[in-house]
Protein backbone atom coordinates (compact mmCIF):
# COMPACT_ATOMS: atom_id res chain seq x y z
CA UNK A 1 0.00 0.00 0.00
CA UNK A 2 1.56 3.39 -0.96
CA UNK A 3 1.31 6.51 1.16
CA UNK A 4 -1.34 9.07 -0.07
CA UNK A 5 -1.89 12.74 0.83
CA UNK A 6 -4.59 11.60 3.44
CA UNK A 7 -1.35 10.15 5.57
CA UNK A 8 0.76 13.46 5.46
CA UNK A 9 1.00 17.09 6.69
CA UNK A 10 -0.05 19.16 3.86
CA UNK A 11 -0.60 22.93 6.58
CA UNK A 12 1.64 25.63 4.72
CA UNK A 13 3.63 23.06 2.11
CA UNK A 14 4.47 23.95 -1.15
CA UNK A 15 3.54 20.77 -3.17
CA UNK A 16 4.76 19.24 -6.80
CA UNK A 17 1.87 17.68 -8.09
CA UNK A 18 2.20 15.16 -11.56
CA UNK A 19 -1.48 15.63 -12.81
CA UNK A 20 -2.70 13.43 -15.88
CA UNK A 21 -4.38 16.83 -18.24
CA UNK A 22 -4.15 14.86 -21.48
CA UNK A 23 -7.14 15.31 -22.41
CA UNK A 24 -8.87 15.03 -26.34
CA UNK A 25 -9.22 18.56 -27.76
CA UNK A 26 -11.10 19.75 -31.86
CA UNK A 27 -8.59 19.64 -33.77
CA UNK A 28 -10.22 22.07 -35.62
CA UNK A 29 -11.38 24.52 -32.44
CA UNK A 30 -8.17 23.41 -29.88
CA UNK A 31 -11.41 23.48 -27.09
CA UNK A 32 -11.44 20.34 -24.62
CA UNK A 33 -13.96 17.62 -25.84
CA UNK A 34 -14.30 15.78 -22.50
CA UNK A 35 -12.49 17.33 -19.52
CA UNK A 36 -12.67 13.85 -17.18
CA UNK A 37 -9.61 13.97 -16.71
CA UNK A 38 -9.07 17.03 -15.42
CA UNK A 39 -12.35 17.13 -13.21
CA UNK A 40 -11.09 13.93 -11.82
CA UNK A 41 -8.11 15.52 -10.46
CA UNK A 42 -10.73 17.92 -8.43
CA UNK A 43 -10.85 15.70 -5.16
CA UNK A 44 -7.54 15.71 -4.82
CA UNK A 45 -6.35 19.20 -5.51
CA UNK A 46 -9.23 20.53 -3.51
CA UNK A 47 -8.03 18.06 -0.49
CA UNK A 48 -4.68 19.70 -0.52
CA UNK A 49 -5.97 23.09 -0.61
CA UNK A 50 -8.08 22.89 2.07
CA UNK A 51 -5.29 20.96 4.21
CA UNK A 52 -3.36 24.43 3.84
CA UNK A 53 -0.90 23.58 0.75
CA UNK A 54 0.17 25.31 -2.16
CA UNK A 55 0.23 23.27 -5.61
CA UNK A 56 2.65 23.53 -8.35
CA UNK A 57 1.29 21.27 -11.10
CA UNK A 58 2.96 19.21 -13.77
CA UNK A 59 1.31 17.93 -16.97
CA UNK A 60 2.20 16.73 -20.49
CA UNK A 61 0.11 17.48 -23.42
CA UNK A 62 0.35 15.70 -26.75
CA UNK A 63 3.38 15.03 -28.21
CA UNK A 64 5.43 17.78 -29.55
CA UNK A 65 8.67 15.82 -29.15
CA UNK A 66 10.83 17.99 -26.79
CA UNK A 67 10.23 21.66 -28.85
CA UNK A 68 7.54 24.03 -27.70
CA UNK A 69 4.73 23.72 -29.77
CA UNK A 70 2.09 26.84 -29.63
CA UNK A 71 -0.73 24.74 -29.86
CA UNK A 72 0.03 22.36 -26.82
CA UNK A 73 0.72 25.02 -24.29
CA UNK A 74 -1.00 24.39 -21.24
CA UNK A 75 -2.90 28.00 -21.27
CA UNK A 76 -6.19 26.99 -22.01
CA UNK A 77 -6.18 23.41 -19.65
CA UNK A 78 -5.09 26.00 -16.87
CA UNK A 79 -8.32 27.92 -17.51
CA UNK A 80 -10.38 25.61 -17.51
CA UNK A 81 -9.12 24.12 -14.09
CA UNK A 82 -9.73 27.70 -13.30
CA UNK A 83 -13.72 27.62 -14.08
CA UNK A 84 -13.99 24.06 -12.99
CA UNK A 85 -11.99 25.05 -9.06
CA UNK A 86 -13.93 28.66 -9.00
CA UNK A 87 -10.82 29.99 -8.02
CA UNK A 88 -7.80 31.86 -9.61
CA UNK A 89 -5.09 29.38 -11.31
CA UNK A 90 -1.95 30.82 -12.15
CA UNK A 91 0.00 29.60 -15.57
CA UNK A 92 4.04 29.71 -15.93
CA UNK A 93 4.99 29.83 -19.48
CA UNK A 94 7.65 27.35 -18.92
CA UNK A 95 8.11 24.22 -16.66
CA UNK A 96 11.59 25.23 -15.65
CA UNK A 97 13.79 28.64 -15.43
CA UNK A 98 13.50 31.63 -13.27
CA UNK A 99 10.22 32.77 -14.10
CA UNK A 100 8.65 29.12 -12.98
CA UNK A 101 11.03 29.22 -10.18
CA UNK A 102 9.99 32.39 -8.68
CA UNK A 103 5.90 32.44 -8.74
CA UNK A 104 6.26 28.57 -7.54
CA UNK A 105 8.28 30.09 -4.78
CA UNK A 106 5.94 33.30 -4.43
CA UNK A 107 3.19 31.01 -3.86
CA UNK A 108 0.82 31.46 -0.50
CA UNK A 109 -1.29 28.58 0.83
CA UNK A 110 -4.05 27.41 -1.37
CA UNK A 111 -2.54 28.96 -4.32
CA UNK A 112 -2.14 27.19 -7.46
CA UNK A 113 0.38 27.08 -10.10
CA UNK A 114 -0.17 25.01 -12.81
CA UNK A 115 3.74 24.92 -15.01
CA UNK A 116 4.34 24.33 -18.69
CA UNK A 117 3.95 21.48 -20.78
CA UNK A 118 6.71 18.96 -19.46
CA UNK A 119 6.83 17.43 -22.77
CA UNK A 120 8.05 20.80 -24.10
CA UNK A 121 11.33 19.91 -22.64
CA UNK A 122 13.70 16.76 -24.18
CA UNK A 123 14.56 15.93 -21.17
CA UNK A 124 11.13 14.63 -19.71
CA UNK A 125 10.68 11.42 -21.75
CA UNK A 126 14.58 10.71 -21.05
CA UNK A 127 14.20 11.49 -17.70
CA UNK A 128 17.04 13.84 -17.84
CA UNK A 129 18.49 14.40 -14.20
CA UNK A 130 19.67 17.64 -14.89
CA UNK A 131 15.70 18.44 -15.92
CA UNK A 132 14.85 16.74 -13.17
CA UNK A 133 16.78 18.99 -10.92
CA UNK A 134 15.59 22.07 -12.73
CA UNK A 135 11.99 21.05 -11.86
CA UNK A 136 12.48 20.00 -8.01
CA UNK A 137 14.62 23.92 -8.54
CA UNK A 138 12.00 25.90 -6.50
CA UNK A 139 12.32 23.57 -3.20
CA UNK A 140 9.48 21.12 -2.38
CA UNK A 141 7.94 20.00 1.00
CA UNK A 142 5.93 17.11 -0.97
CA UNK A 143 5.98 15.11 -4.31
CA UNK A 144 2.42 14.34 -5.48
CA UNK A 145 1.69 12.03 -8.59
CA UNK A 146 -2.07 11.74 -9.14
CA UNK A 147 -1.28 10.77 -13.05
CA UNK A 148 -2.33 7.28 -13.10
CA UNK A 149 -1.98 7.40 -17.00
CA UNK A 150 1.32 8.19 -17.04
CA UNK A 151 3.04 5.74 -14.46
CA UNK A 152 3.78 3.22 -16.46
CA UNK A 153 6.66 5.38 -17.89
CA UNK A 154 10.26 6.58 -16.25
CA UNK A 155 10.14 10.05 -16.89
CA UNK A 156 11.29 13.34 -15.43
CA UNK A 157 8.14 14.58 -14.02
CA UNK A 158 6.80 10.92 -13.21
CA UNK A 159 9.99 9.61 -11.74
CA UNK A 160 13.43 11.46 -11.81
CA UNK A 161 12.15 14.98 -9.30
CA UNK A 162 10.21 12.26 -7.43
CA UNK A 163 13.37 10.72 -6.56
CA UNK A 164 15.37 14.04 -5.73
CA UNK A 165 12.91 14.93 -3.60
CA UNK A 166 12.59 11.64 -2.08
CA UNK A 167 16.30 11.81 -1.63
CA UNK A 168 15.51 14.89 0.59
CA UNK A 169 13.40 13.01 2.83
CA UNK A 170 10.50 14.50 2.22
CA UNK A 171 7.52 12.70 1.59
CA UNK A 172 6.26 11.40 -1.90
CA UNK A 173 2.80 10.44 -2.35
CA UNK A 174 0.05 9.20 -4.00
CA UNK A 175 -2.93 11.29 -4.89
CA UNK A 176 -6.39 10.33 -4.24
CA UNK A 177 -7.11 9.19 -7.52
CA UNK A 178 -3.39 7.61 -8.42
CA UNK A 179 -4.41 5.86 -4.89
CA UNK A 180 -8.03 4.78 -5.89
CA UNK A 181 -6.70 3.13 -8.93
CA UNK A 182 -4.55 1.28 -7.53
CA UNK A 183 -6.76 0.12 -4.91
CA UNK A 184 -9.11 -0.82 -7.31
CA UNK A 185 -6.84 -2.63 -9.92
CA UNK A 186 -4.84 -4.49 -7.13
CA UNK A 187 -7.70 -6.07 -6.40
CA UNK A 188 -7.92 -7.97 -9.74
CA UNK A 189 -4.10 -9.39 -8.44
CA UNK A 190 -4.55 -10.02 -4.91
CA UNK A 191 -7.14 -12.18 -3.21
CA UNK A 192 -10.19 -11.31 -6.13
CA UNK A 193 -13.70 -12.80 -5.05
CA UNK A 194 -14.19 -15.92 -7.34
CA UNK A 195 -15.85 -16.37 -9.98
CA UNK A 196 -13.11 -14.02 -11.38
CA UNK A 197 -13.66 -13.25 -15.17
CA UNK A 198 -11.35 -11.40 -17.23
CA UNK A 199 -12.65 -10.15 -21.29
CA UNK A 200 -10.28 -9.14 -23.52
CA UNK A 201 -10.85 -7.66 -26.68
CA UNK A 202 -9.73 -4.42 -29.11
CA UNK A 203 -7.15 -4.15 -31.54
CA UNK A 204 -4.14 -4.41 -30.01
CA UNK A 205 -2.89 -8.10 -29.33
CA UNK A 206 0.82 -7.35 -28.77
CA UNK A 207 -0.31 -5.00 -26.18
CA UNK A 208 -2.57 -7.11 -24.57
CA UNK A 209 -0.31 -10.60 -24.37
CA UNK A 210 1.33 -9.93 -21.53
CA UNK A 211 -2.01 -9.32 -19.73
CA UNK A 212 -3.48 -12.53 -21.02
CA UNK A 213 -0.34 -14.58 -20.05
CA UNK A 214 -0.64 -13.11 -16.21
CA UNK A 215 -4.22 -13.43 -15.99
CA UNK A 216 -5.17 -16.66 -17.27
CA UNK A 217 -3.74 -18.85 -13.87
CA UNK A 218 -5.18 -15.73 -11.58
CA UNK A 219 -8.92 -15.90 -13.48
CA UNK A 220 -11.80 -18.76 -13.61
CA UNK A 221 -12.82 -17.91 -17.07
CA UNK A 222 -11.06 -15.63 -19.77
CA UNK A 223 -13.41 -14.46 -22.65
CA UNK A 224 -11.42 -13.04 -26.19
CA UNK A 225 -13.58 -10.60 -28.07
CA UNK A 226 -12.58 -8.04 -30.84
CA UNK A 227 -10.38 -8.14 -33.70
CA UNK A 228 -8.07 -10.06 -31.13
CA UNK A 229 -10.34 -13.06 -32.09
CA UNK A 230 -8.79 -13.41 -35.90
CA UNK A 231 -5.21 -13.69 -34.65
CA UNK A 232 -6.52 -16.82 -32.81
CA UNK A 233 -8.58 -17.99 -35.62
CA UNK A 234 -5.42 -17.67 -37.94
CA UNK A 235 -3.31 -19.18 -34.90
CA UNK A 236 -6.02 -22.52 -35.72
CA UNK A 237 -5.26 -22.85 -39.50
CA UNK A 238 -8.82 -20.56 -39.92
CA UNK A 239 -9.31 -17.87 -42.54
CA UNK A 240 -9.79 -14.76 -41.30
CA UNK A 241 -10.77 -12.87 -44.86
CA UNK A 242 -10.18 -9.13 -44.67
CA UNK A 243 -10.84 -8.78 -40.98
CA UNK A 244 -8.32 -6.29 -39.10
CA UNK A 245 -5.64 -9.00 -38.60
CA UNK A 246 -1.10 -8.93 -37.94
CA UNK A 247 0.31 -11.78 -39.10
CA UNK A 248 2.85 -11.38 -36.38
CA UNK A 249 -0.14 -11.61 -33.85
CA UNK A 250 -1.15 -15.38 -34.63
CA UNK A 251 2.19 -17.58 -33.31
CA UNK A 252 1.69 -15.27 -30.52
CA UNK A 253 -2.47 -16.59 -29.99
CA UNK A 254 -0.96 -20.07 -30.51
CA UNK A 255 1.14 -19.78 -27.89
CA UNK A 256 -1.86 -18.54 -25.69
CA UNK A 257 -3.97 -21.54 -26.95
CA UNK A 258 -1.28 -24.18 -26.10
CA UNK A 259 -0.58 -22.15 -22.27
CA UNK A 260 -4.07 -22.57 -21.90
CA UNK A 261 -4.50 -26.37 -22.79
CA UNK A 262 -1.16 -27.33 -20.87
CA UNK A 263 -2.94 -25.64 -17.58
CA UNK A 264 -6.72 -26.45 -18.56
CA UNK A 265 -6.99 -23.02 -18.17
CA UNK A 266 -10.92 -22.02 -19.01
CA UNK A 267 -10.02 -19.96 -21.77
CA UNK A 268 -12.78 -18.88 -24.11
CA UNK A 269 -12.50 -17.94 -28.01
CA UNK A 270 -16.32 -16.72 -30.08
CA UNK A 271 -17.67 -19.28 -31.34
CA UNK A 272 -19.27 -17.11 -34.18
CA UNK A 273 -18.98 -13.97 -35.90
CA UNK A 274 -21.19 -10.75 -37.62
CA UNK A 275 -18.78 -10.42 -40.48
CA UNK A 276 -19.48 -7.37 -42.93
CA UNK A 277 -18.21 -6.65 -46.97
CA UNK A 278 -16.87 -3.35 -45.80
CA UNK A 279 -16.73 -1.17 -42.88
CA UNK A 280 -19.33 1.23 -43.26
CA UNK A 281 -22.78 1.48 -41.54
CA UNK A 282 -24.93 0.54 -44.47
CA UNK A 283 -22.61 -2.64 -44.71
CA UNK A 284 -23.83 -6.29 -45.68
CA UNK A 285 -23.40 -8.02 -42.48
CA UNK A 286 -24.24 -11.93 -41.99
CA UNK A 287 -23.62 -14.08 -39.06
CA UNK A 288 -20.85 -17.16 -39.48
CA UNK A 289 -19.54 -19.73 -37.05
CA UNK A 290 -16.05 -19.78 -35.66
CA UNK A 291 -13.79 -21.33 -38.82
CA UNK A 292 -16.46 -19.97 -41.56
CA UNK A 293 -14.97 -16.51 -41.80
CA UNK A 294 -15.77 -15.75 -45.99
CA UNK A 295 -12.81 -14.70 -47.96
CA UNK A 296 -14.35 -11.42 -49.32
CA UNK A 297 -15.34 -10.28 -45.35
CA UNK A 298 -14.57 -8.59 -42.82
CA UNK A 299 -15.19 -9.77 -38.72
CA UNK A 300 -16.40 -7.15 -37.19
CA UNK A 301 -18.25 -8.46 -34.17
CA UNK A 302 -18.87 -11.26 -31.79
CA UNK A 303 -22.00 -13.22 -33.11
CA UNK A 304 -24.67 -13.83 -31.22
CA UNK A 305 -24.36 -17.31 -29.38
CA UNK A 306 -20.93 -15.76 -28.01
CA UNK A 307 -22.82 -13.06 -26.67
CA UNK A 308 -24.97 -15.48 -25.12
CA UNK A 309 -22.34 -17.73 -23.75
CA UNK A 310 -20.06 -14.76 -22.50
CA UNK A 311 -23.55 -12.93 -20.83
CA UNK A 312 -24.12 -15.88 -18.83
CA UNK A 313 -20.37 -16.15 -17.98
CA UNK A 314 -20.44 -12.70 -16.95
CA UNK A 315 -23.88 -12.27 -14.88
CA UNK A 316 -22.20 -14.91 -12.91
CA UNK A 317 -18.81 -13.35 -11.95
CA UNK A 318 -17.97 -11.77 -8.62
CA UNK A 319 -14.78 -10.07 -10.21
CA UNK A 320 -14.75 -8.84 -13.55
CA UNK A 321 -12.02 -7.17 -15.53
CA UNK A 322 -13.03 -6.28 -19.17
CA UNK A 323 -10.36 -4.54 -21.65
CA UNK A 324 -11.11 -4.06 -25.08
CA UNK A 325 -14.40 -4.17 -27.41
CA UNK A 326 -16.28 -6.78 -28.97
CA UNK A 327 -16.46 -5.28 -31.73
CA UNK A 328 -16.04 -2.52 -34.40
CA UNK A 329 -18.37 -0.64 -31.82
CA UNK A 330 -18.08 2.95 -33.04
CA UNK A 331 -20.10 1.99 -36.49
CA UNK A 332 -23.55 1.22 -35.06
CA UNK A 333 -24.18 -2.76 -37.04
CA UNK A 334 -21.41 -3.66 -35.25
CA UNK A 335 -21.83 -2.34 -31.73
CA UNK A 336 -24.11 -5.46 -30.17
CA UNK A 337 -21.74 -7.37 -28.59
CA UNK A 338 -19.84 -4.28 -27.20
CA UNK A 339 -22.82 -3.31 -26.06
CA UNK A 340 -24.91 -6.52 -24.87
CA UNK A 341 -20.81 -7.21 -22.54
CA UNK A 342 -21.52 -3.98 -21.25
CA UNK A 343 -25.16 -4.61 -20.34
CA UNK A 344 -23.92 -8.00 -18.52
CA UNK A 345 -21.04 -6.30 -16.87
CA UNK A 346 -24.04 -3.34 -15.34
CA UNK A 347 -26.08 -6.68 -14.47
CA UNK A 348 -23.17 -8.13 -12.12
CA UNK A 349 -22.19 -5.12 -10.54
CA UNK A 350 -25.55 -4.74 -9.68
CA UNK A 351 -25.97 -8.30 -8.35
CA UNK A 352 -22.68 -7.11 -6.21
CA UNK A 353 -19.59 -8.15 -8.41
CA UNK A 354 -16.94 -5.57 -8.30
CA UNK A 355 -16.20 -4.74 -12.10
CA UNK A 356 -13.48 -2.77 -13.54
CA UNK A 357 -12.98 -1.43 -17.30
CA UNK A 358 -9.51 -0.60 -18.25
CA UNK A 359 -8.55 0.29 -21.55
CA UNK A 360 -8.78 4.32 -23.13
CA UNK A 361 -11.80 2.84 -26.01
CA UNK A 362 -13.49 0.63 -23.86
CA UNK A 363 -14.00 3.28 -21.62
CA UNK A 364 -15.38 5.43 -24.00
CA UNK A 365 -17.31 2.41 -25.27
CA UNK A 366 -19.04 2.40 -21.37
CA UNK A 367 -19.52 6.21 -21.68
CA UNK A 368 -21.24 6.10 -25.21
CA UNK A 369 -23.29 3.83 -23.79
CA UNK A 370 -24.41 5.03 -20.99
CA UNK A 371 -23.08 2.82 -19.04
CA UNK A 372 -19.98 3.88 -16.96
CA UNK A 373 -21.84 4.36 -13.78
CA UNK A 374 -22.86 1.29 -13.84
CA UNK A 375 -19.20 -0.40 -12.98
CA UNK A 376 -17.37 -0.33 -10.03
CA UNK A 377 -14.36 1.44 -11.69
CA UNK A 378 -13.47 2.77 -14.86
CA UNK A 379 -9.46 2.84 -15.15
CA UNK A 380 -8.35 6.62 -16.25
CA UNK A 381 -5.10 4.90 -17.55
CA UNK A 382 -4.67 2.62 -20.44
CA UNK A 383 -1.39 2.03 -21.30
CA UNK A 384 -0.64 1.78 -17.54
CA UNK A 385 -3.39 -0.41 -16.43
CA UNK A 386 -2.39 -2.86 -19.08
CA UNK A 387 1.20 -2.57 -17.75
CA UNK A 388 0.10 -2.59 -13.89
CA UNK A 389 -2.44 -6.31 -14.81
CA UNK A 390 0.78 -7.34 -16.60
CA UNK A 391 1.93 -7.54 -12.72
CA UNK A 392 4.63 -4.86 -13.68
CA UNK A 393 5.59 -2.56 -11.07
CA UNK A 394 4.79 0.96 -12.18
CA UNK A 395 7.84 3.26 -12.06
CA UNK A 396 5.78 6.35 -11.10
CA UNK A 397 3.94 4.42 -8.41
CA UNK A 398 7.64 2.38 -7.35
CA UNK A 399 9.04 5.82 -6.23
CA UNK A 400 6.30 6.73 -3.98
CA UNK A 401 6.28 5.60 0.11
CA UNK A 402 5.11 2.25 1.35
CA UNK A 403 2.46 2.50 4.14
CA UNK A 404 4.30 1.40 7.20
CA UNK A 405 1.64 -1.58 8.30
P1 LIG B 1 -8.63 -0.33 -25.49
O1 LIG B 1 -8.30 1.11 -25.84
O2 LIG B 1 -9.91 -0.44 -24.75
O3 LIG B 1 -7.49 -1.02 -24.80
P2 LIG B 1 -7.91 -1.21 -28.15
O4 LIG B 1 -7.24 0.09 -28.36
O5 LIG B 1 -7.09 -2.43 -28.10
O6 LIG B 1 -8.87 -1.13 -26.87
O7 LIG B 1 -8.98 -1.46 -29.32
C1 LIG B 1 -10.09 -0.59 -29.51
C2 LIG B 1 -10.49 -0.59 -30.94
O8 LIG B 1 -10.69 -1.92 -31.41
C3 LIG B 1 -11.80 0.10 -31.20
O9 LIG B 1 -11.55 1.32 -31.89
C4 LIG B 1 -12.63 -0.87 -32.04
O10 LIG B 1 -13.24 -0.26 -33.14
C5 LIG B 1 -11.57 -1.83 -32.50
N1 LIG B 1 -12.09 -3.16 -32.85
C6 LIG B 1 -12.61 -4.06 -32.02
N2 LIG B 1 -13.02 -5.14 -32.69
C7 LIG B 1 -12.75 -4.93 -33.99
C8 LIG B 1 -12.93 -5.67 -35.19
N3 LIG B 1 -13.51 -6.84 -35.16
N4 LIG B 1 -12.49 -5.13 -36.33
C9 LIG B 1 -11.92 -3.92 -36.35
N5 LIG B 1 -11.72 -3.16 -35.26
C10 LIG B 1 -12.15 -3.66 -34.10
MG1 LIG C 1 -7.11 1.95 -27.42
Avoid at 50 to 59: P, Q
Avoid at 185 to 191: A, F, P, R, S, T
Avoid at 306 to 331: C, D, H, Q
Amino acid sequence: MKKTIKDIDLAGKRALVRVDYNVPVDEVTGKITDDSRIRETLPTLQYMLDAGASLVLMAHFGRPKGKVVESMRLKPIASHLQDLMKRDVQYATEAVGLEAEALAQNLGPGQILVLENTRFYPGEETNDPLFAAALAAPGYDVYVNDAFGAAHRAHASTAGVAQIIKAEGKPCVAGLLMARELEFLGQLLQNPQRPFVAILGGVKVSDKIGVIRNLLPKVDTLLVGGAMGYAFERAQNRPVGTSYFKEEDAPIAAELIELARENGYDFRLPSDFLVADRDAVDATTKIVPAGGIPDDMMGMDIGPETIANYSSVIENAKTVLWNGPMGRFEVAPFSRGTLQVAKAVARATDKGALTIIGGGDSAAAVKQMDLDDKMSHVSTGGGASLEFLEGQELPGVAVLNNKVS
